[in-house]
């Protein structure tokens, strides 16, 4: 299976601060998706990602997919008490790979906003 | 629409009983899955499925069981129930498979003493 490695694991910032966490493939994905998880709840689809280079902003949130479709970021510009939660990206299988229920989740990443 | 629903939203086991976690969409999804996360982890795909009829195995299916007779549900069994499957429990469907965002439940907090 692919392996996606997403950084960091934790992040603590002050209340109007910046986030950045970031999910990095060894091989090229065809696509990418981003869920964020509130403390206490379910899994909430974001975004998905499909193109090299593609940039999507929803918000305060901007959303890359690097030109080589082996890494992407989600940005969160002056972050608010809301956006606390853990994000996680999902990556399908290989390009190509016909095992369409093993999309991998990254380990996700746990932002915690002080006020 | 009520999307993913889960039932029952905790529930307690002794060890060695059985249970059956309940999963039911009404999206029409073609695509079910069920993933378990542990505190402060990331979700596990257990089993999943692409159609009724058809199941496969994820990344942890030892000590599971699913079943697909209709598209609506997709139950997942415990059989003897061991602390290591004491997590918190996810349903999920998608309507294609690997360009199709995910539709969660509200989870399934299992505790198994």
């Known amino acids: 299976g692919q392996q996606v490695m997403q950084i960091p694991q934790y992040q603590h910032v002050q209340e109007g601060e910046d986030f950045t966490t970031y999910c990095n493939s060894s091989?090229?994905?065809?696509?990418i998706q981003w869920y964020k998880q509130r403390p206490g709840g379910h899994p909430v689809f974001l975004i998905q990602?499909?193109?090299?280079?593609e940039v999507k902003k929803q918000k305060r949130l901007t959303f890359q997919f690097g030109e080589a479709k082996k890494n992407s970021s989600l940005h969160i510009t002056a972050t608010q008490t809301t956006d606390v939660g853990t994000y996680f990206c999902?990556?399908?299988?290989?390009?190509?790979?016909?095992?369409?229920?093993?999309?991998?989740f990254g380990q996700g990443t746990i932002l915690t906003v002080h006020p | 629409n009520a999307g993913v629903t889960q039932t029952p939203k905790f529930r307690i086991l002794k060890i060695g009983q059985s249970m059956t976690l309940q999963c039911t969409q009404d999206?029409?999804?073609?695509?079910m899955y069920w993933y378990r996360q542990d505190p402060g982890m990331g979700l596990k795909l257990i089993y999943y499925?692409?159609?009724?009829?058809?199941?496969d195995k994820g990344e942890v299916p030892n000590g599971y069981n699913v079943s697909r007779s209709t598209t609506e549900d997709f139950p997942l069994r415990l059989e003897l129930a061991a602390p290591s499957q004491t997590s918190v429990y996810f349903c999920?469907?998608?309507?294609?498979?690997?360009?199709?965002?995910?539709?969660f439940g509200n989870g399934t907090r299992l505790t198994v003493t």
């Open positions: 999920a469907s998608s309507s294609t498979g690997n360009n199709s965002p995910l539709h």
């Open positions: 091989t090229t994905l065809s696509n």
């Open positions: 990602l499909v193109k090299s280079g």
């Open positions: 999902r990556t399908p299988p290989s390009a190509g790979g016909t095992s369409y229920g093993k999309l991998t």
């Open positions: 999206m029409n999804h073609n695509y």
């Open positions: 499925s692409v159609g009724a009829g058809i199941t």
